[in-house]
């Protein structure tokens, strides 16, 4: 096992451990939560990083880094609506955008062509991880930064709306021109396969 994919199953590890500093009553847990979070988040960054830099991009890393990276973000909000501290339908709407690109990714690649990452969507995961952080100190401690937690609650639902809408885009964009694409060579094979009986006619005369 390299150290990129151990780093990944670390953050699956803290996934748990997050919630349950975030539930648990008590002082400093919600420091302790936005520290673990944190280091959580890093971890991300960093097995994606030196999967790059090392060469050890593997079938299994590319396999389990988005669904950690979800996991940690999903626990955290969901774990947000139970403190009251998030309204539930921005979180359905987060969620519910990660599935439905998911899904679009699943068949693009069925199609044989992959989505790439839009701009958009790697700035959405920088939004939440700052939002996150920002709501757990403003719910008991630092209430000052509430008017800055929900402009970045905002933004994590916008830049989730409008980048899958982008993804939507793309994805009907070149199943399109897939669509022509085959049409054109049916057209360029019925046109050989009419052509070669009028050859077989000349032939013959």
Known sequence: MNLPISLTLLLIFFVPLVVVLLLTKG??????????????????LLDGYLARKRGQITTLGILLDPIADKLLTFA??????????????MV?????????????????????????PSELGKTKMVFQVVA?????????????????????????????????????WN?????????????????????ANEKVPEEKDVAAH
């Open 132 to 168: 996150i952080t920002v709501i757990i100190l403003e719910g008991h401690r630092f209430q000052a930064l509430r008017p800055l937690g929900t402009a970045l609650l905002w933004a994590v639902v916008l830049s989730a709306v409008i980048s899958a809408v982008q993804y939507f």
């Open 76 to 89: 955290a909000f969901v774990s947000l609506v139970e403190l009251h501290l998030v309204p539930a339908w």
């Open 92 to 116: 359905v709407i987060i969620v519910g955008r990660e599935f439905a690109v998911s899904g679009l990714r699943s068949i693009a690649s069925a199609e044989g062509y992959v989505l790439e």
């Open 27 to 44: 002082a400093n847990m919600d420091l302790w939560a936005v520290g673990v979070f944190l280091l959580a988040a890093v971890t991300d």
């Open 171 to 191: 994805f009907w964009k070149r199943l399109d021109e897939r669509i022509k694409h085959r049409a054109s060579q049916r057209m360029l094979v019925m046109d």
